[in-house]
């Protein structure tokens, strides 16, 4: 039987977010080869400017799943109990709702499983079988630490991860929400499939060298062959997200479903002096790919394109709003995000939204937040106490402070950085988050992903 048309049927979701994955690469302007996504922009709705609101997986997903911006409501370490988040929406709406995922910094430890009917995590290097919990602390490291070096990849690589997807298809009989973090394109940078111990072992040296421990001292060589082995990891992925689309196609899913293709942020290759995603929220780790596939009935329509500057807490009230469920009045009233269909069916606005990224340093109360507009770009490094303006239209490398010789815009931008400062503060003076200890199994997924 043939499944009924949207919208007399709800639309299943599939949200898929790929680490670090820049813009730039995404569209091909790194001669990469991506047909799946350019598929994709083909048959959905393509934003050409959607900005992350962190530049790491934990403020970023943060303000995605939760749709308010990181630093509210105790901030992006830990989802304070009250906090609703949208897989609680889509359950609430009839959905059965699944996360696949292996990066610990969204974790069942730090509150992001609440909402979800299933979630599976691979967050941690070596996980001991029943009787082994009981090693001493140095030993469960040394065993951590040797299943890092044997393993191939310091994630779930995205093969397995598609297995994972299609057995969660097919175990579910409603309508399903799945979200899922590729991991394939995060450092360290392995080739793609061009796998060998030798690969992963120059692989993993040259990561930590360039994002960890000296990147001035990166060869021009050795920065090529990160670009290259970066390039290849986004082709690698692209490939298996096509064959995870022909399978659910196969299994007559695909046309009942929303595909939406995102990221949490992008990766600095020395522009702005670094590599990986540890500097202050310059375009190329803010500015991400935003594709929405509609399915078959919906009246959105398909390969259009959107200019207009959008965010990444808009993905999810778009999505609820195209499935018309409701979102509670608990969850609204901390809602930052708002819905582009008005804009895909093209409604202008009536005032640009700022775009607001932003990250509490670990281990520290110091802060980086970003204030963008499609004009100006204002960076406020509350480790250094720095800010710093840009012309992004004059000078879209974001090379040149102007914030000396545009003193009235730069006093505009103060005046909303304080305005983010003392919102922060206001909402959450009476949020208690609890410290996350972090075992020695993911303290080496860590250390392997260059945080550590």
């Known amino acids: 039987m043939a499944p009924e048309a949207f919208p ?26 991506t047909p799946t996504i350019d598929r994709l922009l083909d048959e959905g709705v393509h934003f050409q400017n959607c900005f992350a609101q962190g530049i790491s997986t934990a403020p970023s997903m943060t303000a995605i799943l939760t749709g308010r911006h990181p630093l509210d409501y105790g901030g992006h370490w830990y989802l304070d109990d009250d906090q609703r988040t949208f897989a609680q929406v889509f359950r609430d709406g009839g959905y059965y709702t699944g996360a696949i995922h292996s990066n610990p910094y969204v974790s069942a430890r730090r509150n992001f499983d609440r909402g979800f009917d299933h979630f599976a995590e691979d967050v941690v290097a070596f996980e001991p079988d029943e009787g082994l919990e009981g090693l001493p602390d140095k030993l469960l490291r040394l ?30 009989d409603t309508p399903w929400f799945l979200w899922t973090q590729y991991m394939d394109v995060h450092g360290p940078y392995l080739g793609g499939d061009n796998f060998s111990y030798r690969n992963k072992f120059r692989a993993e040296w040259l990561w930590r060298k360039a994002a960890v421990r000296d990147p001035d001292s990166i060869t ?69 790919p935003l594709v929405i596939r509609p399915p078959s009935g919906s009246d959105i329509p398909r390969g259009e394109t959107v200019d207009d500057l959008v965010r990444c807490i808009d993905i999810l009230p778009t999505i609820i709003d195209a499935v018309d469920a409701e979102i509670p009045t608990q969850h ?51 480790v250094e106490d720095e800010r710093f303006l840009y012309n992004l239209e004059n000078d879209p490398g974001e090379t040149t402070d102007v914030s000396q010789t545009e003193t009235t815009v730069a006093e505009e931008f103060e005046t909303r950085l304080r305005e983010r400062l003392n919102q922060i503060e206001e909402t959450s003076e009476n949020v208690v988050v609890p410290d996350v200890e972090t075992d020695a199994g993911v303290e080496e997924r860590l250390k392997a992903l260059g945080y550590k």
């Open 8 to 33: 007399m049927s709800k639309p299943n979701v599939l949200f898929l977010v790929v680490d670090s994955l820049r813009y730039d690469v995404a569209t091909g302007n790194w001669e990469s080869a």
């Open 332 to 382: 609204r009233e901390r809602l930052a995000g708002k819905s582009l269909l008005p804009l895909v069916r093209g409604k202008k606005r009536d005032e640009e939204p700022v775009v607001v990224t932003e990250k509490r340093v670990r281990g520290e109360k110091h802060l980086r937040i970003g204030l963008r507009t499609t004009r100006w770009k204002y960076l406020y490094d509350g």
């Open 143 to 172: 065993a951590s630490r040797a299943s890092r070096i044997l393993s191939r990849t310091p994630y779930t690589p995205a093969e397995e991860v598609n297995t994972d997807i299609l057995s969660f298809v097919d175990d579910a």
């Open 220 to 288: 021009e060589a050795e920065h090529e062959e990160l670009r290259e082995n970066y390039r290849r990891e986004v082709e690698y992925l692209d490939s298996e997200i096509g064959n995870l689309l022909g399978e659910l196609d196969e299994r007559g899913h695909l046309d009942d479903t929303f595909v939406v293709l995102t990221a949490d942020h992008g990766d600095e290759f020395y522009e702005h002096g670094r590599y990986g995603h540890g500097n202050l929220p310059y375009d190329e780790l803010t500015h991400v």
